[in-house]
Each structure stands twice: as C-alpha cells, then as structure tokens.
C-alpha cells in the first residue's frame, strides 16, 4: 500500500513569489491534514479537509495560504506571495475516520523563502 | 488550546541502555496519546499510542507509560539500538473533544551510540 506521497520534497523560491505543495494521501482516506514545521518550533496544524470538504482552518496562518482538495482525493497547498518566514517544512497526513485514529505523515515538501 | 510540553530536547545514551522521554500536556480531556519518529528525510511516523483508559503499553523494546492526574505521559525505549536514533515526537489531540487535529511537543533528538 502507497503511503502518503508530497511534492515536491524541496522548493527554494524568492520573496514574493508562489509556490503549490501536493499531497497524496492513502487511497480511501478521507481525512487529510496539513501541518507545519517551523525552523526550532514545533509541529503546527494547518487545517484539515474531510473529503473535499475544509472541515477545519483554523491554524492557517494568513490569507497567502490556500488549501484545495477538489475530488476529495488529491490536496494542493498554495502560497502566494510568499514570504521570508515562511520557511519551513510543510507536512501532510492522512486518516481514514476522524477520531481516535492513526493520521500517517508523509515525508514533507522542505520550504525555503530567500 | 492545548499546551504540550516535551523534555528533554536532546538525550544521548549508549547502545543497550534505556532512553526516556517525557511529555507534559494541558488539557485534562485529552484521551489519545501517540508517539512519533521522525528519521533524517521522512515524515514522523506513529510508533505507539495509548489510549485513557489504560495506563501501560508495550511493543517488543518500546512501551509508553501514562499518568492522567498528573497529566503527563512517556515514551521508554529499551535496549536502544543506533537505529533507534532520531527525532521523537509526543502528541495530543487539540481543543478537547477535538480529537482529529495534533498539538505535538518540540521533539527530542536522540542519540544512540554503538
């Protein structure tokens, strides 16, 4: 069984610039998770999509960021502009019930902002 | 929201002995509590997790220990092995009832020398 797949693992963009994370989640899970990873801090929630459905965003950080799930299979995470402190690594996950349920990370997309 | 606190940052032991990791958690209705481990160029990946209503659980050289009234929970690893090094992870689920979202600790880095 594939795991939760992101892309691209890193991207090195300039200030002001957009950049769009992919993430693939395991077949047949319907929840998908955005977190992140700021340099020194600890792992954050971005939001959280229910199908195709944003089920939660609170933890977004500002209206650069756009989350998109159209199908309910495949997520794109957008940025734009992007800007120096967003630097960092952006996680996605997967759950097949909300709950008390095992979220499985994929790898990360490693994000640089110069 | 949920605060978790994770301790220590770094931990370093020699090959065959125990390592102990602790975690320290806000929000008295949280009832999931998992560990991750994250390797150089992976995403955290679930190790254990304990559920509220018990207070032990073990997996072969990895068990996590469980405290409610003190609101604390922790990882022992034993036997440690080199492979073992890593970034660990505790988690909580947010908000309460919230259980879908993760508030994770800063991590540990450990260290496992042969």
């Known amino acids: 069984e594939a795991g939760v797949t992101q892309f691209p693992s890193h991207s090195v963009i300039e200030k002001g610039q957009t950049v769009t994370l992919r993430c693939d989640p395991i077949s047949g899970h319907d929840n998908l998770y955005w977190y992140r990873r700021v340099m020194g801090k600890e792992i954050k929630f971005l939001l959280h999509?229910?199908?195709?459905?944003?089920?939660?965003e609170s933890g977004m950080p500002n209206n650069r960021f756009l989350a998109e799930r159209t199908g309910g299979t495949y997520s794109t995470l957008k940025v734009q502009p992007a800007e120096l402190e967003d630097s960092g690594v952006y996680f996605c996950?997967?759950?097949?019930?909300?709950?008390?349920?095992?979220?499985?990370f994929g790898a990360g997309t490693r994000l640089s902002v110069l | 929201g949920e605060n978790v606190e994770q301790h220590p940052s770094t931990l370093s032991v020699q090959e065959g002995d125990s390592a102990v990791i602790k975690c320290t958690y806000s929000?008295?209705?949280?009832?999931?509590f998992p560990w991750y481990k994250q390797e150089l160029g992976k995403g955290p990946q679930l190790i254990i997790d304990?559920?509220?209503?018990?207070g032990e659980k073990k997996d072969q050289r990895i068990a996590v220990t469980l405290n409610k009234t003190a609101k604390h929970f922790s990882l022992h690893i034993t036997e440690t092995q080199p492979e073992d090094s890593a970034v660990y992870f505790c988690?909580?689920?947010?908000?309460?009832?919230?259980?879908?979202?993760?508030?994770f600790g800063k991590g540990t880095l450990l260290t496992v020398n042969p």
């Open positions: 999509f229910v199908k195709e459905s944003k089920q939660d």
């Open positions: 304990i559920r509220s209503n018990v």
């Open positions: 996950a997967s759950s097949q019930w909300q709950g008390l349920n095992i979220q499985y």
């Open positions: 929000d008295s209705a949280s009832n999931y």
């Open positions: 988690a909580v689920p947010l908000g309460g009832g919230s259980n879908y979202k993760l508030t």
